[in-house]
């Protein structure tokens, strides 16, 4: 029996349809904070589907994944983590997922500052280190984490490595190398999409080189809740003092607290900052005590929402380096 006319327009519209579908189907894409969101968002564009399970001013420190947080990480065929055992959380939540796509750990082969900044020391996070992390994380007896509970500490490394423009160059390689494994019929469009994100930070690294040296070099010291901006020290030359250590869950002592008002009134800071993740009541309490003012708040660990003024990595990042010149500067 011969078909009409229409029906065979209604099968050629269903086929096209169906492969349709199927070229418009998204690849499934977790990160692990909002910072990192916004860089896989950048390299991956209109062909992936992007749950980011730490939101905009969220802890990632102190995080707790929910159970939608665990279904997405199921379905996810790239997990983008930050490394540096920053997400001390995320080994429960991929044992728990049953997690079988691929992991990209963004930090790979940067170079990693140690944990204590005092020592000025770092090495280069190869991958030899990223591989040991690798394996730590889907060790199902997790002894490089704390098995009992989410919440850590830092290891030996200082994890918030996005604080360097270089080393997010690293981060975005990383992210495409990851993308085009799970994706490689779109491997072109990632690495586009790289070359043109790195061409902007660039551009970005050399405003705010130009921006930091206008302030002498002397009056460049920062007070932050915690320890975040190591790598951002490094690269601009500023001078970071935090009552806390790298992990907000870190308390300060009262003789940290104390040491930090006397350098203060030593070394004249003028400034002191609060964080958009942190518990600002201690830096409150050293700006009563000193007389320094709070010269803004600065974003550390996380983006803002999208009605703030930081909710890409570029302006993350421009805001902080405009905040810290304005406020140094009177």
Not at 28 to 52: R, W, Y
Not at 127 to 152: I, L, M, P, R
Not at 157 to 167: E, G, L, V, Y
Not at 290 to 306: E, P, R, W, Y
């Amino acid at each position: 029996m011969s078909k009409s006319p229409l029906m065979l327009s209604f099968i050629a519209l269903g086929l096209g349809m169906s492969s349709t579908a199927m070229a418009e189907e998204k690849v499934p894409v977790v990160a692990s904070f909002s910072i990192l969101g916004d860089l896989v968002s950048q390299v991956g564009g209109e062909h992936i589907s992007l749950t980011t399970l730490v939101k905009a001013n969220g802890d990632a420190h102190v995080y707790s994944p929910s159970p939608m947080d665990a279904k997405a990480v199921t379905h996810a065929k790239l997990l983008v983590v930050n490394g540096l055992e920053f997400e001390g959380w995320m080994p429960r939540l991929v044992e728990s997922s049953n997690f079988i796509g691929e992991k990209v750990v963004a930090s790979d082969r940067i170079d990693a500052m140690k944990g204590d900044h005092n020592n000025d020391e770092h090495d280069t996070h190869d991958s030899d280190h990223v591989e040991h992390e690798h394996h730590a994380e889907h060790d199902n007896g997790h002894h490089e984490e704390h098995a009992e509970h989410d919440h850590h500490h830092h290891g030996e490394f200082d994890p918030h490595a996005w604080n360097s423009i270089a080393n997010v160059k690293i981060y975005v390689r990383n992210i495409e190398k990851g993308l085009s494994k799970v994706d490689p019929k779109n491997t072109n469009d990632y690495e586009a999409n790289a070359l043109h994100y790195i061409q902007k930070l660039d551009k970005l690294e050399l405003q705010l080189h130009a921006e930091i040296t206008k302030i002498p070099k002397s009056q460049r010291n920062v007070i932050t809740p915690h320890d975040a901006f190591g790598y951002f020290s490094r690269d601009f030359d500023v001078t970071f003092i935090a009552p806390q250590g790298t992990s907000t869950e870190s308390e300060a002592s009262a003789a940290d607290v104390a040491a930090i008002i006397t350098q203060i009134r030593e070394d004249n800071v003028t400034a002191v900052f609060m964080e958009n993740i942190a518990d600002n009541r201690m830096i409150e309490q050293i700006s009563r005590e000193t007389g320094a003012k709070i010269g803004g708040k600065l974003f550390s660990d996380a983006l803002s929402s999208s009605e703030g003024p930081a909710s890409t990595y570029i302006e993350m990042m421009q805001y902080n380096v405009d905040t810290i010149v304005k406020a140094l500067s009177h």
